[in-house]
Structures are given as structure tokens and as C-alpha cells.
């Protein structure tokens, strides 16, 4: 016969007493502390926010973009050139990168071109930004890529669509 309870006159010599109460007793639970429903609401779309890289070395367009970023639903970081936004790039995933062409050190082409080799998957993220469309090298790299681009000054409807397409 197996049974978990040990009684008297079974082959042991113990008697049948309940364990005493130790620290591996349950003890009462305290209630749960509730999460406000608007703080939970706005921690579910903090959690299911995308994230924007936005990068370009003029600090007010790149703060300008940011904040439409935020108003499109994106939590945004900021690099002032593409050396820097590798950086970040390295911490983790964006959903979205918005490059400049011109910046110093390493440009948007040169970034596109880095991301291409080793990211593709980030490299049809960005969207080019930029003022120079005269130059022939960046209308012909423009050209070559499938990227969508914003000529600056751009218009907030061409801007809002854009981002919603990629």
C-alpha cells in the first residue's frame, strides 16, 4: 500500500501529528497594489511605442523632427552625425531612422552604405533628409536607393506620410 501519511502500526513507530508551523507555512498575502488605469494605459503605449533615430548635424531641424516624430507616436533618440548614430545603433533597434545627407564625419550615404553591408534591415528604415538635390552625387545616390527622401523645406503632409509608409 503506498500512501503519503505514515500511521501507527504500519512498520513506524512515529505518530500521526501535523507539521508545526514554520517559516515554510503560507502566510497571508497582502493585496495587490492596483496600477491606476490611466498610468496602466499609458504604460501599455509606452511599451507598444516605435522608436525613431533621428540624425542629423543641424541641432533645431533635428529637434524639429523629433518632436514630429513624438506627434506621429515614435519615442525618439537624437545623433548629431552618422559616427554617432552607429553608436546607437549598437544599443539597440529603431523602427524608423531619419538621416541627412551632409553631416561631418560620416554622412547619410555613408551610413546607408555601413547598414546596407552588415543591417540591411536598418538600411530600408531611413529616410533621407536633405536641401542639396542640385548635386549631381546626391541625386544620383537618391536614385540608386529604393529610400524615400525629404526635400527640405518639406511640407508636414509629405512628412506624416512617409513615415507612415515605412
Given at each position: 500500500?503506498?500512501?503519503?501519511?505514515?500511521?501507527?502500526?504500519?512498520?513506524?513507530?512515529?505518530?500521526?501529528?501535523?507539521?508545526?508551523?514554520?517559516?515554510?507555512?503560507?502566510?497571508?498575502?497582502?493585496?495587490?497594489?492596483?496600477?491606476?488605469?490611466?498610468?496602466?494605459?499609458?504604460?501599455?503605449?509606452?511599451?507598444?511605442?516605435?522608436?525613431?533615430?533621428?540624425?542629423?548635424?543641424?541641432?533645431?531641424?533635428?529637434?524639429?523632427?523629433?518632436?514630429?516624430?513624438?506627434?506621429?507616436?515614435?519615442?525618439?533618440?537624437?545623433?548629431?552625425?552618422?559616427?554617432?548614430?552607429?553608436?546607437?545603433?549598437?544599443?539597440?533597434?529603431?523602427?524608423?531612422?531619419?538621416?541627412?545627407?551632409?553631416?561631418?564625419?560620416?554622412?547619410?550615404?555613408?551610413?546607408?552604405?555601413?547598414?546596407?553591408?552588415?543591417?540591411?534591415?536598418?538600411?530600408?528604415?531611413i529616410v533621407f533628409v536633405t536641401g542639396d538635390t542640385?548635386?549631381?552625387?546626391?541625386?544620383?545616390?537618391?536614385?540608386?536607393?529604393?529610400?524615400?527622401?525629404?526635400?527640405?523645406?518639406?511640407?508636414?503632409?509629405?512628412?506624416?506620410r512617409i513615415v507612415r509608409e515605412v
Amino acid at each position: 500500500m503506498h500512501s503519503s501519511q505514515r500511521r501507527p502500526g504500519n512498520g513506524t513507530d512515529q505518530q500521526e501529528n501535523p507539521a508545526p508551523a514554520d517559516r515554510h507555512t503560507a502566510q497571508p498575502t497582502r493585496p495587490h497594489a492596483s496600477i491606476p488605469a490611466e498610468k496602466a494605459s499609458k504604460l501599455a503605449n509606452d511599451l507598444s511605442k516605435k522608436r525613431a533615430l533621428v540624425i542629423d548635424d543641424d541641432a533645431s531641424c533635428r529637434r524639429l523632427l523629433a518632436v514630429l516624430l513624438s506627434r506621429e507616436g515614435y519615442d525618439t533618440d537624437e545623433a548629431e552625425n552618422g559616427k554617432i548614430a552607429l553608436d546607437k545603433l549598437e544599443q539597440g533597434e529603431y523602427d524608423l531612422i531619419i538621416a541627412d545627407i551632409h553631416m561631418p564625419q560620416l554622412g547619410g550615404q555613408a551610413l546607408y552604405a555601413h547598414l546596407r553591408s552588415c543591417r540591411p534591415h536598418l538600411a530600408r528604415r531611413i529616410v533621407f533628409v536633405t536641401g542639396d538635390t542640385v548635386n549631381e552625387h546626391v541625386s544620383e545616390f537618391l536614385k540608386s536607393v529604393s529610400n524615400p527622401c525629404l526635400i527640405k523645406p518639406f511640407d508636414l503632409t509629405d512628412f506624416s506620410r512617409i513615415v507612415r509608409e515605412v
